[in-house]
């Protein structure tokens, strides 16, 4: 049987784990990044569809396709993130499950259903934007997730050709603890307003 | 800075973590889904609106109910399983932002905009669902999520009156490694096929 983590992994997952606001100038490398696909790619997706698809936006001109299309409020902190992942959701996923799902037809499930389609890939891709969250938490990065932005933008910057939609972004890099930029944290409902038990 | 988690942790969270069909008979108690709740519940959600609502299925009663709504593949396991969590979305969460984003007027923003509600209710009880998934990973329990079952009857036998509607499920115990029921792992997109950095 598997133990509980250690305290210490437990408060950089959980527990103390922050969105950041403020970047140091710390940099991300490449190496970081598919050191945490590497984590992630391993998260369950419903008859493993893995429909994310990632851009890791991290050269100023990548930077500044990205910039026009972010909310005000996101877009002076997000230009000094180290990298900002796009988590685009693909709705052609089905296309690879014959690779992904050998074992039986299950790319037949979704031809001609949209709304299967939809849902399965909205879902499937966001379980696994999650997961990015928390593997990058567990290989020391902080991260600062937003869904402030113009879809439609992003869409044409980064995915035009393609049936990927952007789905939620999420800046990765070295947080800046300083109280000044790092909010005080919201509270969380309780167990007993979240669950119950039957 | 935080450091890298443990090797042993990557694994159980990630790297050798698998669906599980097949449960042990090993109860999860009370306590240790008040533990998961009390982990999952730090992950973040957009204006920290935090839809999701989940019931604990573990009765031989709540099972019952719960039976007629899984799909043919799904029913035995996950009668067997301990617990079965349903991930209900909340569509009236923004009701609750006054307490959870005391900081602005975050409610006015949902209010009178059914497709934001629906698009940020079900984005973020997901994300949710996926921090549950590895907060239960973190806690020495194995997960079998699924998304094979009656959206509505599960509604009817657990969210009547109320604008929660069902996302998906994760049944929860110790599984059973025996071969002859944890399928050979799927394979995974590599690096190149889902990301690109730019």
Known sequence: MNPILPDASLD???RMARTQNAWRDEPVSDEQLRALY???KWGPTSANCSPARIV?????EAKRRLEPALSEGNRAKTMKAPVCAIIGTDHAFYEKLPYLFPHTDAKSWFEGNQPLI????????TLQGAYLILAARSIGLDCGPMSGFDNAKVDAAFFAGTQVRSNFLVALGHGDPDPKVLFPR???LSFDEACRIE
């Open 38 to 40: 590497d984590l992630m």
């Open 56 to 60: 890791f936006v991290k050269s100023d």
């Open 118 to 125: 939809d849902t399965t890939a909205f879902r499937n891709a």
């Open 186 to 188: 919201s509270p969380r």
């Open 12 to 14: 950089q997952l959980f």
